[in-house]
């Protein structure tokens, strides 16, 4: 147990008043669950060493007859929780079995994030990867949709309909600019550095907030904040927030790109002037393992049935397995803006907001790792670098990214290894992930569309 940071929560406890502790983690397909505890002498002491049980089966990770599992609070993720009416002090938890040893279960994307910055270290010889995420999501003001075996549907409605493209769009135009204000102070609160946010392009509520960058882990638990206080934020207000990503036809779809970079020695380990994009060979190797393995990676970066009406071309989001400087349709974009040495990166662009985090950035880190373990040159290997619309190209010899969840299975399937690197993500992870998605296939595919009816009732 770390003393000083038991002192330091504990001072937030007597500080806050708290009442309350809260202990949150995400089951395997990132939906957000919480366990809550009145505040006792020693709470927190008794909880690092002892922890709370639940129910993993409710939780999709153990079978109901070997179902009892431990959450154990990290102390370094405290926060005082600003929707919750009673003080409360939340923490993310990390999930232990309930053997002699309280072996850390093997399904848990925290302990694959640690470990997969183990790796780095390791296999790379670089010491952090550091990654700032764009979150783009949509504002609705009414929101209704239902399936059942009679009737299935969903409708939207919107306070902002602009004529064209509302990328930075001012106000009075811009709606939400003041709940994207809120936000950024409620984040604030969390620990959450934002970089800036804005109007995206979507003419019917679109926004954008950028954080800064941080370690794999840290970012992770980010994604998960972020999306907890926008939703919090959206209830309060009697709004309604989604990170779908493609909730409405034809318009922008929302993406989570992932901005990327590695340091040694507390130096960035990507920069070299006067290379392409000042992009070293380190660098280009990640770039290149990254793309290799894209379509496996689909798998967990985009692990929705959704994700994939999103990825068609059209609107700026990428299809092709290609990098290039200031290239949004491409899968990575080094961006052409940055002056600075120690900010040399690239963006990686397909992920979306409904992947798990923790697994989504271990499984691109690996990705890189086996680019740079394996020497795979993006270049040799017909990646690019291209520096014009793709879109406009001919496809002869280019590489895509899946067109459907299904395809994306298929590719993890026969491309997966990368990934047990160190045992990182084992088969019982791999299979137990292969068969959620399935399911959800399934549902998706022997469920009639209202579209249907429009394409086929009176035919």
């Known amino acids: 147990m770390d003393a000083r940071q038991l002192k330091i929560c504990n001072n937030l406890i007597k500080k806050n008043k708290i009442e309350m502790i809260d202990l949150k983690c995400i089951d395997l397909t990132g939906y957000l669950h919480h366990i809550s505890l009145p505040v006792f002498p020693n ?106 075996t009679a009737s299935s549907y969903y409708e939207v409605e919107h306070a902002e309909e602009f004529f064209k493209n509302a990328y930075h769009a001012a106000n009075p135009f811009d709606v939400y600019d003041d709940f994207r204000d809120e936000a950024c102070k409620i984040l604030k609160r969390f620990g959450i550095s934002v970089k800036y946010h804005h109007h995206e392009t979507g003419e019917r ?41 493609k909730p409405m036809y034809q318009q922008s779809g929302n993406g989570m790109h992932l901005h990327f970079y590695a340091t040694k020695n507390g130096k960035n380990a990507f920069y070299k002037k006067g290379e392409y994009g000042n992009m070293n060979a380190l660098g280009r190797y990640f770039i290149g393992g990254m793309l290799k393995h894209g379509p496996a990676l689909s798998a967990f970066t985009n692990p929705s049935t959704n ?16 990098y290039g400087m200031g290239n949004r349709s491409s899968a990575i974009r080094i961006p052409k803006y940055v002056n600075n040495p120690e900010e040399t990166r690239f963006e990686y662009r397909p992920p979306d907001a409904t992947a798990n985090p923790y697994l989504c950035l271990s499984a691109i880190l690996l990705a890189g790792i086996d680019g740079v373990v394996n020497k795979i040159d993006p270049v040799k290997e017909g990646f690019g670098p291209i ?20 395809e994306a299975l298929d590719a993890l399937a026969l491309d997966n290894e990368f990934l047990k690197r160190d045992n990182i993500f084992n088969d019982e992870l791999i299979e137990q992930w292969v068969k959620i998605k399935q399911e959800e296939i399934k549902s998706i595919g022997t469920m009639p569309h209202p579209f249907e009816y429009k394409l086929y009732f009176n035919l």
């Open 205 to 245: 509520g679109q926004q954008e907030i950028e954080i800064y960058f941080n370690n794999l882990l840290a970012t992770a638990d980010h994604i998960i904040t972020t999306k907890y206080a926008l939703f919090n934020l959206a209830r309060q207000k009697d709004l309604f927030v989604t990170f779908m990503p």
């Open 307 to 322: 994700s994939y009406k999103r990825l068609v071309p059209g609107f700026e989001a990428p299809v092709a397995l290609t």
């Open 43 to 148: 709470i927190l002491t008794k909880l690092v060493n002892e922890g709370v049980g639940f129910d993993g089966s409710s939780y999709g990770f153990r079978k109901v007859e070997n179902s009892d599992m431990i959450l154990v609070p990290d102390l370094t993720t405290a926060f005082v929780d600003p929707f919750r009416v009673e003080p409360t002090l939340s923490f993310y938890a990390n999930i232990l079995l309930t053997d002699q040893h309280r072996t850390p279960f093997s399904q848990d994307g925290r302990v694959l994030a640690k470990r997969a910055e183990q790796v780095l270290k390791k296999a790379v010889g670089v010491d952090l990867s550091w990654w700032g995420p764009e979150f783009e999501f949509y504002i609705f003001s009414k929101v209704r949709f239902d399936t059942r």
């Open 387 to 406: 520096d014009k619309n793709v879109d406009d190209l001919t496809k002869d010899h280019m590489r895509f990214l899946p067109r459907n969840l299904a």
